[in-house]
């Protein structure tokens, strides 16, 4: 039968190695739990589904122990040894033959029972099976981009999957299956609604919406949180602004909160999205963001709620660095606000690029909880056509080495609460789902949403162990398969990154859609909404110069960062264009000159999506075809948008470089 990608990670196929299958099985004879909350009992569900179908029969949920062996068994229990596990932890090990999932909470047995499953998905032994694992991160988010009409802001997956007009009467099994996918992999926290926020979503009209969802989400640990409107108190309420100040809008914002907690008791709380492209927000009012999320903050505290404030605010200055915005903003406000406010930073300064430093505030807010925002959706990775692993991009960054408080402060350990000891912590990864019947759109993105929850939970895995987990879940267990997939995974973001904007080139995609390129892009509404503002080609060389001669961004990074990145004959080349202005003639570190090395890397990414073609061409046996077709199409139109950025970007460029392309390569023919 053909597969449509429905299923994601969670298949349960029946196991066809008859030997493990019946090892496995001996161990898996019955699921039995004394703890009645809904959440374990999702748990058992969710085992009962999974083990009957990897195993071929029905596994029974036992009423009644009464010391039978050979099964598992859920406890959820505070004691010794789970008071040494971090909320939601929970451990796997066989006990007087029986194999025990335990966990101080429910959802730490739903995790746990989701992670024996994967033992099982993936063929790995459950002999003296013996695991223990804590979430590294309190909130695991996805904060969806969705609009009350339907529509998804940056979404390539079809449209919204809240059908906001059926809510609250119809319940789609869609619903469900989300909060299953999520809670497989930890994510606990999901904002409904896009941050350009309708201030709709305040109303008893969609509350009783909202409260429907929330209902559904319950029982797999999930929270509902919402994107707010700043100026929802005028909009809504006919106050005669929103001075976070004044009294009456205070009271307003008391008010709805009380309303939402009625309605639904573990609201998580509030996203705000303020003072930004246009967004209404405090300073609207000569007011501060700590003014305006403390207001929030206050609103919510009292149910125990919290207050997630981004930082992705610019202003449009032609002769500024967008790239220190944030940063001057926010810095300042470091101590004053609430604690129950957490400020969500981008993965760096400017906007999700195939590739950017690390934002200069990780390190820089030791007072304040910062949570990290990562984008699924490939807004500037090409959509839904192009095959994007986005583990390494997360990795790069969480891995990146702050120096806030010594060597090994990274970003990471920044965002678990480890260097600067917080116990509120979050990750948010805007989502990459719709209503397309594989939920990503390109089927390979749904590595970008299981990848995001893995590294919520636990961001020292590797890349590539991640990789091979999803492999073996979604696509095949054929050992050189999964080797070639994994692979050509892992290679997929430099690829992509060389025929879109090599050496630390940023922001040269096409306006509004941000698809394709349009580096000669020289006027838009904001100047820093251009092409031109960011590569700063001229015939001199190529490039930001962000060291203390030019903008100086490089000054709110600790020492050692400068160091790293200050000089342009030793900075990463992947990081040389973010920093530097560097002459077309200048011999790089490679032995070429940036011009060549430049134009080389175009050609060469053009020929590795060939590469990806061939690689993907060798799994074809291994894989369901229907899958298998639609993957291979993506590529071929992955193939002709790179030829079309390195085209455009090469002749673009050419323009001040005045130089030939580079052997063996060819100038592309104009017809
Ligand atoms: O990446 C940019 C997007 C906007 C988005 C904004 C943001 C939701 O182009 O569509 O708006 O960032 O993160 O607020």
Known sequence: HADDGYRLWLKFDLITNIQQRNSYTQKCQFIYSDNQEAITKTAQKELQAG?????????????????????????????????????????IREENQNIVIRSRTASGVLYGSFAFLRQLQSGS?????????????????????????????????????????????????????????????????????NVNASARFLTKEYIVKVKALADVFRPYGIKVFLSLNFAAPKLLGGAKNSDPMAPEVRNWWKNVTKEIYAAIPDFGGYLVKANSEGEPGPQDFGRTHADGANMLAQAVAPYKGIVIWRAFVYAADPKGDRFKEAYKDFKPLDGTFASNVLVQVKNGPIDFQSREPFHPLFGAMPKTPLAMEFQLTQE??????????????????????????????????????????????????????????????????????????????????????????????????????????QDLMMKSREIYVDFTTPL????VMGQNIHF?????????????????????????????????KGSNALGLYAKEVQTQWGNPDTCPLPYLLWFHHVSWNQKLSSGKTLWNEFSSRYYEGVQSVEWMQ??????????????FADVTGRLAAQHREALNWRDACVLYFQQYSKQAIPAPYQAPSRT
């Open 51 to 91: 083990l009957s179908g990897l195993l071929g029969k029905k596994i029974l949920i036992l009423t009644n122990l009464a010391g039978k062996k050979g099964g598992i068994i859920l406890q959820v229990i505070q004691n010794e040894q789970t008071n040494q596990l971090a909320e939601d932890g929970f451990s």
């Open 125 to 193: 032994s459950i002999a003296q099976i013996n695991i223990t694992d804590s979430p590294k991160i309190k909130y695991r988010m996805l904060n969806h981009w969705d609009n009350p009409l339907g529509t998804i802001e940056r979404g390539y997956a079809g449209s919204s999957l809240w059908k906001w007009y059926e809510l609250p009467e119809v319940i789609d099994q869609r619903y469900i299956d989300y909060a299953r996918a999520n809670a497989s992999i930890g994510i606990n926290a999901v904002v409904l609604n």
């Open 380 to 485: 500037y990775l090409g959509f839904s056509t192009n095959l994007v692993y986005e583990a390494p991009l997360f990795k790069e960054c969480l891995d990146s080495d702050t120096y806030s408080n010594g060597k090994g402060s990274t970003v990471a350990k920044i965002v678990d609460g480890s260097v600067d000891n917080h116990s509120l912590t979050a990750i948010a990864g805007v989502a990459n789902t719709g209503s397309d019947r594989n939920w990503t759109g390109h089927l390979m993105s749904q590595a970008n949403w299981y990848a995001f929850g893995r590294l919520a939970w636990n961001h020292s895995l590797s890349s590539e162990q991640i990789a091979s987990e999803w492999i073996k879940m979604s696509l095949t267990q054929e050992p050189k398969a999964v080797a070639t997939i």
């Open 504 to 507: 630390g080139l940023h922001h």
């Open 516 to 548: 394709g390129p349009e580096p000669w892009l020289e006027r838009s509404a904001r100047p820093d909404w251009t092409a031109i503002y960011y590569h700063r080609a001229d015939s001199v060389g190529l490039g930001f110069d962000r060291t203390s």
């Open 614 to 627: 061939k690689q993907w061409n060798y799994v074809q046996s291994s894989i369901d075809p229907q899958i």
